[in-house]
């Protein structure tokens, strides 16, 4: 990849000032007048820490824009490198809705399967439940999330495995909602890793890295563990709190297997980007099917197997988000030109939608 000098990436702080509108018939100076008046913005916004941390885009074979800015660790006096790697929280769901795909696409398993039949520790009433459901947040099923942060912290458990089988055998929610509509639900992405890893006889981590890590070309990405596993030296440390009063987060994110242990580098998201363009990660027709068969959650976005679909200038791309404990994180992916924006901040309070929203406004402008 090249790096274009002079482009800039779209960004304001929604707390600070007015979100720029870029017009879809924007002339080329037009753009890149706004783009210059927002860099300014940008770099003033990175000096009084409202956000710290690496911003990326690419269209095609170009680096449009990237941006480093900041401390990754406060303590050290450590600066942000473009290679940093930060915890990415639920963007680990589109990982996980890759992983579910590629096993259906081998015939390992179907998405119509019942999730009782991976996991029958679940209660009987929920046998109407299968993996789409789960996949596209409709399931009607309690999210159990915080039964396993306690199955961890008190209840013993050593991983993911035995920490979900505390949950379902202490969990007195038996009965789902009739007619289940779009309601995010953490839980279910465990259920799917669980289901994915019994499905294929090996650990999750383990599908992660094989089906979507290794031929993507995420040379640093992981997918957090509990001890004695360690992170890579070039992690981030998180903060929450304020510019002026930041507090070091802990965020214990190998909790959610299938919902938050992604850790990764811009370049990584970039990666995952070109390798899914390319048929590396899954075909043709599951690709389409996160546009084609997803779920309505809003008046404005849709869901479909762990990625928001979203429309700018009448174009559709896929996007997550993830964090709040530290971390915030943005990627997101048009679905018919290669273009691609990657936001990632070690400030749990960084506004990163509003770059991530941006950005993509103008490099979907024609």
């Known amino acids: 990849m090249r790096l274009l000098a002079g482009t800039m990436v779209v960004y304001l702080l929604a707390t600070a000032s007015p979100v720029l509108a870029l017009s879809q018939s924007q002339s080329p100076a037009d753009r890149s007048d706004a783009l210059a008046a927002i860099k300014r913005r940008l770099t003033s916004d990175c ?46 769901k589109g990982i996980t809705g890759l992983v579910v795909m590629k096993l259906a696409e081998e015939g390992v398993l179907s998405l119509d399967d019942p999730i009782r039949r991976y996991v029958p520790e679940t209660p009987e009433s929920w046998r109407g439940v299968n993996l789409q459901d789960l996949l596209h947040h409709t399931s009607g099923l309690p999210d159990l999330t915080e039964g396993l942060l306690a199955a961890y912290t008190t209840g013993g458990a050593s991983d993911h495995e035995s920490a979900m089988k505390a949950v379902l055998a202490s969990t007195e929610v038996t009965a789902i909602e009739p007619e289940p509509a779009w309601r995010y639900n953490n839980f279910g992405y465990e259920l799917l890793a669980l289901a994915a890893s019994r499905a294929a006889g090996r650990p999750f981590a383990a599908l992660v890295q094989d089906t979507v890590f290794l031929p993507a070309g995420m040379a640093d990405a992981d997918w957090e563990q509990p001890a004695p596993w360690t992170p890579s030296p070039r992690l981030a440390q998180g903060y929450n709190g304020t510019p002026d009063e930041l507090r070091p987060a802990t965020s214990l994110v190998y909790v959610q297997q299938g919902a938050g242990a992604l850790h990764a580098s811009a370049d990584d998201f970039l990666a995952l980007d070109r390798g899914w363009r390319n048929g590396s990660l899954i075909g043709e027709m599951r690709s389409r099917q996160n546009i084609e068969g997803a779920v309505k959650a809003s008046e404005t976005v849709r869901y479909g197997y762990g990625w928001m679909v979203r429309t700018a200038h009448g174009q559709a791309y896929l996007q997550h988000s993830g964090g709040n404990n530290g971390f915030a994180a943005e990627f997101a992916r048009s679905v018919d030109r290669p273009i691609a924006v990657v936001v990632l901040s070690n400030r749990g309070y960084a506004d990163v939608s509003t770059v991530r929203r941006n950005l993509m406004d103008a490099l979907l402008a024609r």
């Open 47 to 92: 000096e009084a820490g409202l956000f710290a941390g690496v911003v990326k885009a690419v269209d095609g074979d170009d680096v449009v824009f990237q941006h480093v800015c900041g401390l990754a660790n406060v303590q050290s006096a450590q600066p942000t490198a473009a290679d940093t790697i930060f915890k990415a929280f639920s963007i680990s």
